[in-house]
């Protein structure tokens, strides 16, 4: 491990709806420039803890710390304690379902958040926007609706989004899983482009191939608890449990 | 076969025009202050608050479930007795107006609103806006467009529904016509120019109306 601060760190989270809990004492650390990748079938509780991530899901028990801060429940911070508002600016989230803003062009989709949120002024939200864009390759569909892209751009597009404020770490939540096959290679480029810079990212994703060649370090998640994690070819080629044997047979056929 | 005689209503134009200008007056003032009520409603049926969401939903039918000219009639006879100061036919023409028309746009507004799909608001929440940010500049602006046709034929209903006020005696158009009616003793030109005149004020709406509907299903 590195000596440095982890720029999240989960201790003993639950997450239950009502009275089912969906995950089980998760004990987790994300280092800077960590690539995270989780893996586990559908229902195991992947994707409602990167949601606890950033808090769009409640957590039940447990802490998260953020950058050796204690994150409260509520929106606003208290004390030593930092918000839910505060690490959201700072985690950004890309979604399976894109979530554009269809009544935003591309590039107000970009600099909305830190206009209201961090009070940038227009102008140097838009330049910043446009940087980033040109990054995703974008540029030339700024002033396009995202009613008129195609799914690899709106996912594009909702990179630039989450990466316009400037976060500490990136969330992505099945990026490919909604887009058409042909489409899934433009966002996956993007986004080792952002590992390569030392982006540090979570990500849920089903792309077992992507995992192996882009993430520092794999986790296996299944009934709402992480069962194995370790570097992605020890966890992918040499699988110590049972379940995790099971789950990737299905993936190699 | 009936001998029609306009001359002798148009004679009194001026009435019909005074009429005209406070069924606007009406229209206008109530449909502003039934979008302030109409509003808070709706926020309070969307609130965390069971407290909130009872009191809005209790209004909300109490004046969706009567009839509108019980209501008027209601304001303006009975609710004096129980307050023991009256109440001049305009208050309460204007308040009970303005309630009953804020009770449908509180169920237009939040129908809007729910029709924002989930993901907008997390979107909006995962780069940091507050609830209130996420209203402003995400959800309310998506929920105007799908809620206008909606609005806009409550607005077109409301326009008709001032011609209540006649019961209580307040000055707007029908009130108008029969005192035009009770001079002339024409009340087929009398009520046939006032269809017209309601119609005139009416049709362009509804063309509005009908505009934004083509509009919104081009672009679904």
């Not at chain 1, 280092?31 to 991530?53: A, D, F, H, N, Y």
């Not at chain 1, 490919?176 to 290679?185: I, K, N, R, Y």
Request: aromatic share 8%; proline share 4%.
């Amino acid at each position: 491990m590195t000596p440095e601060t982890p720029v999240m760190e989960l201790q003993g989270l639950t997450k239950a709806f009502g009275k089912l809990e969906v995950l089980h004492d998760i004990n987790l650390s994300v280092q800077p420039g960590e690539v995270l990748g989780i893996i586990g079938p559908s229902g195991s509780g992947k994707s409602t803890l990167i949601r606890c991530m950033n808090m769009l899901e409640m957590p039940t028990g447990g802490t998260i710390v953020f950058r050796n801060r204690l994150v409260g429940h509520r929106f606003a911070g208290r004390g030593e304690q930092i918000g839910a508002g505060e690490l959201r600016r700072n985690v950004g989230m890309v979604f399976q379902h894109f979530n554009l803003f269809p009544h935003l062009s591309v590039l107000d989709n970009v600099t909305r958040g830190p206009i209201v949120v961090n009070k940038e002024d227009r102008a140097t939200a838009e330049a910043y926007a446009l940087d980033l864009l040109e990054q995703v390759g974008l540029a030339d569909k700024r002033d396009a609706y995202p009613s008129h892209l195609s799914g690899g751009q709106k996912q594009r597009v909702a990179i630039a989004r989450a990466l316009a404020m400037r976060p500490a770490m990136l969330l992505l939540d099945e990026v490919t899983s909604a887009l058409d096959p042909e489409l899934v290679g433009e966002v996956l480029l993007v986004i080792r482009g952002l590992a390569e810079k030392g982006m540090t990212m979570v990500l849920v994703t089903h792309e077992m191939g992507f995992a192996a060649d882009i993430a520092s370090r794999v986790l296996f998640m299944e009934s709402g608890s992480i069962i194995e994690q370790g570097a992605p070819e020890d966890i992918l080629r040499n699988p110590r449990s049972d379940r995790l044997r099971a789950f990737l047979s299905r993936f190699h056929g | 076969m009936y001998n029609w005689d306009f001359y002798t209503v148009l004679m009194s134009f001026d009435l019909f025009l005074m009429g005209v200008w406070k069924t606007f007056l009406y229209t206008v003032g109530s449909i502003l202050i039934g979008i302030v009520v109409g509003l808070m409603a709706c926020f309070a049926r969307l609130s965390r608050f069971a407290i909130l969401r009872l009191a809005a939903r209790s209004y909300q039918e109490l004046f969706r479930c009567t009839p509108l000219l019980v209501q008027i009639l209601w304001a303006y006879y009975a609710l004096p007795m129980l307050l023991g100061f009256t109440i001049s036919n305009t208050t309460a023409g204007l308040m009970v107006l303005s309630l009953y028309v804020g009770s449908f746009y509180a169920e237009i507004f939040r129908g809007g609103i729910l029709a924002i799909d989930k993901g907008q608001t997390e979107a909006a929440q995962a780069v940091g806006m507050s609830q209130v940010q996420t209203m402003v500049n995400i959800i309310v602006p998506q929920a105007i467009k799908k809620m206008l046709p909606a609005f806009i034929n409550q607005s077109v209903i409301q326009v008709k529904n001032t011609s209540l006020l006649y019961a209580i005696s307040v000055a707007e158009l029908t009130y108008m016509t029969a005192m035009v009616n009770s001079a002339t003793y024409r009340p087929l030109e009398a009520y046939t120019l006032t269809a017209l005149l309601y119609f005139a004020l009416l049709f362009p709406l509804t063309q509005i109306a009908d505009h934004f509907e083509r509009r919104m299903r081009r672009s679904d």
